[in-house]
T-cell receptor, first 110, second 115 residues
Framework: RKEVEQDPGPFNVPEGATVAFNCTYS??????FFWYRQDCRKEPKLLMS???SGNEDGRFTAQLNRASQYISLLIRDSKLSDSATYLC???????????FGAGTTVTVRA | GAGVSQSPSNKVTEKGKDVELRCDPI?????LYWYRQSLGQGLEFLIY????????KSGLPSDRFSAERTGGSVSTLTIQRTQQEDSAVYLC?????????????FGPGTRLLVL
């Protein structure tokens, strides 16, 4: 079983729509959670960290559900520039390595 | 300021040859990480350095892979006797310190193709 699993998508949405997707993680000892964004043939870049109480950063909202071991990302009022692959990333408390999901592809159309 | 740089950006090699990939972290970053990303796969952690030390080499896929870091800065990842399954994008990242919640900044990667 993969450590981090994501729905690969693609999610095709019109501009202005809301899109949300989850990822699940298998290691109950995971303590740190992140969403990274990766544009086509580019390097991953940190989008936001995910905190236990959930957090917002502009149009992006991240939630963590420890009991069910999943993380979600919601994008409101989506823009064309939001088109990318979103990588779910977790790290265990005693481990410096990051475990990446394979990514969820979002395409925002005009 | 300058980000993480990697060279070469692309490398095509023949099966059985050795290759060396280079990573220049952000100046002042003490922690450095290597990952690889195969087509359609998530990033796979390979190894991390705190300064020049790599305490955990268990992520390296085989003994054909080795990595070193000298002077607390530049790192090289060497793959000996390359195989076709080594074809992937090799990504390097650095962070200011080695800490779980510390943001890792990625370089553009080296695309390796083994024929």
């Amino acid at each position: 079983r993969k450590e981090v699993e994501q729905d690969p998508g693609p999610f095709n949405v019109p501009e202005g729509a809301t899109v949300a997707f989850n990822c699940t993680y298998s290691n109950s000892a995971s303590q740190s959670f992140f969403w990274y964004r990766q544009d086509c043939r580019k390097e991953p870049k940190l989008l936001m960290s995910v905190y236990s109480s959930g957090n917002e950063d502009g149009r992006f909202t991240a939630q963590l559900n420890r009991a069910s071991q999943y993380i979600s990302l919601l994008i409101r009022d989506s823009k064309l520039s939001d088109s990318a692959t979103y990588l779910c990333v977790v790290s265990a408390s005693n481990d410096y390595k990051l475990s990446f999901g394979a990514g969820t592809t979002v395409t925002v159309r005009a | 300021g300058a980000g993480v740089s990697q060279s070469p950006s692309n490398k095509v090699t023949e099966k059985g040859k050795d290759v060396e990939l280079r990573c220049d972290p952000i100046s002042g970053h003490t922690a450095l990480y290597w990952y690889r990303q195969s087509l359609g796969q998530g990033l796979e952690f390979l190894i991390y350095f705190q300064g020049n030390s790599a305490p955990d080499k268990s992520g390296l896929p085989s003994d054909r892979f080795s990595a070193e870091r000298t002077g607390g800065s530049v790192s090289t990842l060497t793959i000996q006797r390359t195989q076709q399954e080594d074809s992937a994008v090799y990504l390097c990242a650095s962070s200011l310190v080695l800490a779980i919640k510390e943001t890792q900044y990625f370089g553009p990667g080296t695309r390796l193709l083994v024929l």
